[in-house]
């Protein structure tokens, strides 16, 4: 029932199911079963085929069996496409990802391999056109207008995958070559044992995406510390915080008060410093990993925007200003 990593019946059975409502769920459904079977394995374009293959399959015979009325089937089709290639989009950022280490090390862009991997890159819409429409035909029948319709309108519009891969390329060869102006360039051998492990770096990056990394006891900031400089603080508030909190901590887009008086009168200062660094990830706050991708805050910055909350706080009649002795 599992191969290659892909629950095909539970595909085949939402896709004999799925009404015209639920469009939106199967697309969702398609791209996390695809995702979820890369994930799996190591990113080479023949696994990458093999895992479009299998949900063409799931998504052709589910369509075929489904006799919700007012369904047709070109319409479940286009989801279970838009599925696939959502998830091929973030293979391909994967990719870039991968590559854009390799061009940082300074391996040559006419080095073989990493010009087999560009090549790669770049031929990634055709392989999801190419290996969808095979498996498609595959499926003959009834389905295989619906399926000619899907892949023309798509091969007009263009897809994610497609967009994706071609601004990855140019931003891979505009590094590359900034690279070689500085005249970075990295010896034959290491750049081969680099991109020998091309596929499994690449698989690598796509499961660390998947999951949150495990948290080293050795990273984590420590529990309490005393209250850094609000000066500085303020400087870090801004750049990790206001975006959601708003440029004074009154309110933002997506996060609500964190200066009002009532509510730092309320909290200790401990209490401050361990929702900066726990967030609120149950209210859609991250971590102190989280507040800029990839950098992480550190101990330092952690006690500043903690003493720049602490100096926020307005004496309240009856009440120590600092919250510590309460
Ligand atoms: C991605 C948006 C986002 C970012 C970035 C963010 N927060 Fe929040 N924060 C939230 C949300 C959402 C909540 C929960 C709802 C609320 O209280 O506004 C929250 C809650 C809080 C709370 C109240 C927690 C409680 O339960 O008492 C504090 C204090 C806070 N944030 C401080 C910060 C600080 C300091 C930073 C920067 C280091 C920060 N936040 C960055 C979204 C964010």
Redesign the pocket.
Known sequence: MFKSGIDQDALVEMFAKASAQQGEALRKAVSEATLKAMQGRELTVANIRGVLKTVTQAASSGAAKNMVPAVDAEALLEKAFAGMDAALLQAVQAQRAALQQFVSQGVEINNKQMKSALANLEKMEDVFFSTVSKAAEGAGGTLKGPWEQVLETMKVKGTGTGAQAKTSLEALMSQAQAALREGRSSGLRSAQALMDSYAALVSGVLDTWGKAPPVRAADLPPYAAAAGDASRGKA??AA??A???GPEGK?GP?????TDAS?LAL?SDQ??RT??IA??TD????D?R??SPGQP?TAQQ?SD??AW?IAQRRPVPGRPVSAKEG
Do not use: D, N, S
């Open positions: 870090v508030y990790a915080c975006g959601c909190h309110g997506k996060g609500g008060a964190v509510y909290v209490y401050l929702t900066v967030g609120r209210l859609g706050m991250p102190w989280g507040y805050l952690i925007v903690v909350l």
